[in-house]
């Protein structure tokens, strides 16, 4: 196994250390590409070099960076005709003039088409947000010009230890174009607040540099300033950043949620990261899109996950503002679920409330207790990511599929935190713990691929979510909470997903209300307690192809049993221990078209928490042949009662008869017998007689067992011995 030593371990001291600090300026994540390197032999994780320019980039800058890093507005508040003023002023130093046209900042922010602020919230708001430059038309100044800073760049830069130095250069912005500016026509809510001011400074973001004397983007709070009779509370800066061929617009668009009082969505330190590669609140987000020497170039940045959508701040205690509502699902049902990232906006997210540890999961009559309207604090949402869904945004997503959600509101911010990670949890069936567990390659941990392989469907066999499942359903104390999410489909603009209160598939105790299942679908249920002792499933099995039912993963302590039936109750087979998978295995061909019915049932125990997994598979059929014999006891010896000749055909073959024929070691016949229609494993029984009843003498023996098909003929020879 190649690991790469986990942050979380190796940078104690430096957090101990970092306590002193109080760096509450700072927005952007730093760019997570940007302080680490992974050795491309040992893949052990290392700072970049503290050599030249990049002398700050460090661990101990990485969590500085990190620390108190999130800013947001105290309450978002949206324009109820969903018009968005944004007034952009770009600002340079007499060390760093600016390069940047407004016509290009204009592409960057007000552009209908391609990338930018107003595609981007236009697109994750399905249409129901406009951002719009107001009445001065554009970025200013106009032109090449530039509002030049009484002072250098590095004393602003500054600003990320020295807040005051950020506000210092808000204010000599808006004072330098307050005489062609009327910021009250930026109030358009009445409350006395300019809405959303956008401060684009020349020079990089040494979120993206790492260069001291550069400038963190970043939302300003607490600005205070009074142009035109209006108070200018907040102000979002960013960077021009010269040295990329485009600015990281991800942290555009990441500032300006924050602008809605949205938190960042990543923990203070870098290895507790509760949303990487999914949203734009997170570290990795903001930063997607096609790799330049190595770096994502954020011209592809994630959208925002649902639970902001819903509620911006990710504060219930002061309601939900937001461009979306989820879909409460109640009771057990498949449900449709269209992707996530284009209009309507009604279907995007789904809701499952988990129901509260006090509460048991279990009704008085053995029924699933279902949410109530108290128990709504901890939830899981449901979210379809689709790569290919048309969508501008979210194309460079780790993969596709189903998201789960696990939002737990108990777990409150304090006053004064912007960091929600907390609160919110991505369910990762390929790294439960979000170790950095690579999905192509579990032997090696990084940490640039956390959560990489967290969508599930059915291309990666990624299809249940259950009490049973690592990950599992359970509340965040540990409760189990009765909630199975399965038969989770291939990806794609619509899925489908199978929610269960309790136990799944129900009902489906009797054959006549069998759950019909499919092949090569992996599929997670329960016998749940004394009063669910068994569950059967139906299948549509072909003449001449093999099926094989394996039933695994049962419970320990646990005696579950696996028969295969016909609909009138006739068993046809009954499962075989499979040691190596934990339970059963039945191979079974059917000579016609027909329908079975596979039953579990229990012959000791029950549990409501761990699910047992139900796989069935079409075996290709090959060359006629007889896979396997065994041959047992041998020697065959006096005090046993019988010898088994078992055998077993090649895969989705069939025999007309399979014989046994036994001889003594001089050639003389002394026993025989023939199985008709053959199409599943079989055993001979003997008792060690002859064909007339007669026992035989110790001494050699050669069996002979033959299985014939039409004019084929294939044949086994052994020996063994019977010692009287």
């Known amino acids: 196994m190649n690991l790469i030593e986990r942050p979380s371990t190796c940078l104690i001291f430096c957090l101990a250390f970092l306590l002193a600090f109080t760096i509450s300026s700072l927005a952007a994540p730093?760019?997570?590409y940007l302080y680490f390197d992974s050795d491309p032999i040992t893949g052990k994780l290392t700072p970049k070099s503290t050599s030249g320019q990049n002398s700050e980039l460090s661990i101990s800058t990485y969590l500085q960076a990190l620390d108190g890093c999130c800013l947001a507005r105290e309450q978002g508040i949206l324009q109820p005709d969903g018009i968005e003023y944004v007034l952009a002023l770009k600002i340079d130093f007499s060390d760093q003039p600016g390069k940047r046209s407004s016509a290009e900042f204009n592409q960057y922010l007000f552009a209908e088409t391609g990338v930018s602020l107003k595609t981007y919230y236009r697109e994750?708001?399905?249409?129901?947000?406009?951002?719009?430059?107001?009445?001065?038309?554009?970025?200013?100044?106009?032109?090449?010009?530039?509002?030049?800073?009484?002072?250098?760049?590095?004393y602003y830069g500054e600003g990320a230890r020295h807040i005051p130095r950020y506000r210092e250069l808000i204010a000599e912005a808006c004072r330098a174009v307050d005489a062609t500016v009327d910021f009250s026509k930026y109030d358009r809510d009445k409350d006395g607040i300019v809405d959303h001011l956008f401060i684009i400074h020349a020079g990089n973001d040494e979120a993206s540099s790492g260069v001291i004397d550069d400038i963190w983007s970043v939302l300003t709070p607490n600005v205070n300033i009074i142009v035109d009779g209006m108070r200018v509370d907040t102000a979002i800066i960013v960077a021009e950043e010269p040295d990329f061929d485009k600015p990281h617009l991800g942290i555009y668009f990441h500032e300006f949620f924050h602008d809605f009082g949205?938190?960042?969505?990543?923990?203070?330190?870098?290895?507790?990261?509760?949303?990487?590669?999914?949203?734009?609140?997170?570290?990795?987000?903001?930063?997607?899109?096609?790799?330049?020497?190595?770096?994502?170039?954020?011209?592809?940045?994630?959208?925002?996950?649902?639970?902001?959508?819903?509620?911006?701040d990710a504060r219930p205690e002061n309601g939900r503002l937001g461009w979306i509502q989820p879909v409460n699902i109640t009771q057990s049902g498949q449900v449709t679920v269209p992707s996530f990232e284009l209009p309507p906006k009604t279907d995007k997210l789904f809701?499952?409330?988990?129901?509260?540890?006090?509460?048991?999961?279990?009704?008085?009559?053995?029924?699933?207790?279902?949410?109530?309207?108290?128990?709504?604090?901890?939830?899981?949402?449901?979210?379809?990511?689709?790569?290919?869904?048309?969508?501008?945004?979210?194309?460079?997503?780790?993969e596709s599929g189903i998201l789960i959600w696990h939002i737990d509101e108990t777990q409150v911010r304090p006053l004064g935190s912007y960091d929600?990670?907390?609160?919110?949890?991505?369910?990762?069936?390929?790294d439960p713990e979000h170790l950095g567990i690579r999905p192509d390659d579990p032997g090696f941990i990084d940490i640039h691929t956390i959560t990489e392989g967290a969508a599930y469907s059915a291309d990666d066999d990624q299809t249940a979510f259950t009490p049973g499942t690592l990950p599992n359903s359970s509340a965040s104390d540990g409760t189990p909470s009765g909630i199975s999410i399965t038969n989770i489909s291939a990806e794609g603009a619509i899925m489908q997903v199978l929610v269960s209160f309790g136990d799944t598939y129900e009902p489906n105790d009797t054959i006549v209300t069998a759950f019909p299942i499919f092949y090569a679908q992996p599929y997670y249920s329960f016998l749940y307690d004394a009063s669910d002792t068994q569950d059967y499933y139906q299948i549509e099995a072909a003449g001449g192809i093999t099926v094989r039912a394996t039933l695994s993963e049962i419970p320990a302590n646990r005696n579950y049993l696996l028969s295969l039936l016909t609909a009138t109750g006739e068993i046809l087979?009954?499962?075989?221990?499979?040691?190596?998978?934990?339970?059963y295995q039945i191979v079974y061909q059917p000579t016609s078209q027909q329908t079975l019915y596979l039953m579990i049932t229990s012959d000791g125990g029950f549990s409501s928490v761990a699910s047992y997994k139900l796989l069935i598979e079409q075996i290709e059929p090959q060359s006629f042949a007889l896979a396997q014999t065994r041959v047992y006891p041998n020697p065959f010896r006096a005090s046993l009662s019988e010898m088994t000749f078992a055998y077993q055909l090649s895969a989705s073959?069939?025999?007309?008869?399979?014989?046994?024929?036994?001889?003594t070691i001089k050639g003389e016949k002394v026993y025989s017998k023939t199985h008709q229609d053959v199409f599943a494993p079989g055993k001979f029984q003997w008792d060690g007689s002859n064909l007339r009843g007669i026992p035989l003498a110790s001494g050699i023996y050669i069996y002979h067992i033959a299985a014939t098909q039409a004019d084929s003929v294939v044949r086994e020879i052994g020996k063994f011995s019977i010692l009287r």
């Open 653 to 663: 073959q069939s025999a007309d008869t399979v014989s046994l024929e036994i001889f």
């Open 30 to 32: 730093p760019n997570p």
């Open 420 to 430: 929600a990670g907390q609160q919110i949890w991505l369910e990762d069936p390929n």
């Open 573 to 583: 087979a009954i499962g075989e221990k499979a040691p190596d998978l934990l339970g």
């Open 124 to 154: 994750n708001s399905y249409h129901q947000m406009d951002v719009q430059p107001g009445p001065v038309g554009g970025v200013l100044p106009a032109g090449d010009a530039w509002i030049r800073a009484k002072e250098q760049m590095g």
């Open 351 to 398: 809701k499952i409330d988990i129901p509260h540890a006090r509460e048991s999961h279990i009704s008085i009559d053995g029924e699933p207790l279902l949410p109530t309207a108290a128990t709504n604090r901890e939830f899981f949402l449901i979210e379809n990511r689709y790569k290919a869904s048309g969508a501008i945004f979210d194309t460079y997503l780790p």
């Open 262 to 312: 949205a938190p960042d969505v990543y923990g203070l330190n870098f290895t507790d990261a509760r949303d990487h590669k999914w949203g734009l609140m997170g570290a990795f987000g903001p930063y997607q899109g096609p790799e330049v020497s190595g770096v994502g170039n954020g011209l592809a940045p994630s959208h925002i996950i649902g639970y902001l959508k819903w509620d911006f």
